[in-house]
C-alpha cells in the first residue's frame, strides 16, 4: 500500500493538481484530526464492514473508514480528485474508486466545477443559485463544468453489497442521490447547508418513508453530534431551520429503525 503521506507531498507538487493543493494540506498530515474522525465514526461500523463514500473528493474519511478496518467503495466524479484517490490508495485491495456522479438515474451528469475550490463543485445548479450573493458565498465560481458517467445507490448496491454505512457530501445533490435508493441501509449521513435548508427538510422525509427513524447533526467539520440524544426526522428539521446561517454547514447522521 502506498504511503499515505509520501502520495500526498507527490500529488501537492503535481502541477496538473494544484487546485487539490489546499484540501490536501487541510485534511492530511493532522494525527489529532484523524484520531477525532476515527472515534467519531467507530460506532458506525466495525472492522470488514463495507462503506460507500459519495463523494469522497480527496479521501480524508476514505482515509478514517480504511483505518478502522472497513472496505470502501469511493464514489468521485471529478477527474483530478479520482486519480488523486488511485494514486493515494493504490495497491489497497479494499479501496474501489468509481468515477462517477451518484444521482437519481444511472445518466451522465453535468458537473460544474469550481476550479479554485474543488470541493464545492456541485451537479446542482440550485446549489449555485442559493450560494449566489449569500454571506460567506459571493466569492465562489463555478468556472467549469464537465460531463460525467452517472450512477445509483441502488446500482453500487447490487455491484457491491449493501453497506453498514454510507457518507453522502455531494454539495446540494443530496436529495438526488437519495432518489436513487430504494431500501433501507443501516445508517448513512448527508450534508446540509444553512444557505439551502429546503433540500434537506426532503432529504429527511425521503428517509423517513424508507424506514429511518432515529436522526442527529454534526455542525462544520466538528467530530461530534450536536444533539444529545437521536430525534425523530421533525425534530431534526425544526434543528436546521434553527440554525443560524454562520453555521453554514453539516451533516444529517440517519439510523434505520432495526439498526
Given at each position: ?10 500529488l ?35 472492522p470488514?464492514?463495507l ?6 473528493h ?8 480504511r ?17 488523486a ?11 474501489i ?14 458537473l ?13 445548479p440550485q ?10 458565498w459571493?466569492?465562489e ?17 447490487a455491484a ?22 430504494t ?39 466538528e467530530?461530534?453530534l450536536?444533539?444529545?440524544?437521536w ?11 434553527a440554525l ?6 453539516g ?8 439498526a
Amino acid at each position: 500500500m502506498v504511503d499515505h503521506l509520501t502520495a500526498v507531498e507527490a500529488l501537492k507538487a503535481d502541477p496538473a493538481l494544484s487546485g487539490l493543493r489546499r484540501s490536501l494540506e487541510a485534511y492530511y498530515g493532522d494525527p489529532a484530526r484523524e484520531a477525532a474522525m476515527d472515534a467519531f465514526y467507530a460506532p458506525f461500523l466495525h472492522p470488514a464492514d463495507l462503506v460507500f463514500d459519495i463523494g469522497a473528493h480527496v479521501g480524508d474519511r476514505l482515509g478514517s473508514f480504511r483505518r478502522l478496518g472497513a472496505r470502501v467503495v469511493a464514489v468521485e466524479p471529478q477527474p483530478l480528485c479520482a486519480r488523486a484517490l488511485r494514486a493515494l490508495y493504490a495497491g489497497d485491495p479494499q479501496v474501489i474508486v468509481v468515477e462517477a456522479a451518484c444521482g437519481a438515474r444511472s445518466d451522465p451528469v453535468r458537473l460544474h466545477v469550481n476550479s479554485a475550490n474543488p470541493t464545492i463543485s456541485t451537479a446542482s445548479p440550485q446549489f449555485i443559485a442559493a450560494a449566489a450573493g449569500a454571506d460567506g458565498w459571493a466569492h465562489e465560481t463555478w468556472d467549469a463544468e464537465v460531463e460525467v458517467a452517472g450512477t445509483t445507490l441502488d446500482r453500487l448496491v447490487a455491484a457491491h453489497g449493501v453497506p453498514a454505512f454510507a457518507k453522502i457530501d455531494v454539495e446540494g445533490f443530496e436529495e438526488a442521490v437519495l432518489a436513487g435508493l430504494t431500501r433501507p441501509l443501516p445508517a448513512l449521513s448527508f450534508e446540509f447547508t444553512t444557505i439551502a435548508r429546503e433540500p434537506a427538510r426532503r432529504c429527511l422525509d425521503r428517509l423517513t418513508g424508507l424506514g429511518f427513524t432515529r436522526f442527529n447533526v454534526a455542525l462544520g467539520d466538528e467530530m461530534a453530534l450536536a444533539l444529545p440524544e437521536w430525534l425523530p426526522a421533525a425534530e431534526v428539521t425544526a434543528y436546521l431551520g434553527a440554525l443560524p446561517h454562520e453555521a453554514n454547514s453539516g451533516d444529517v447522521y440517519c439510523r434505520f429503525r432495526s439498526a
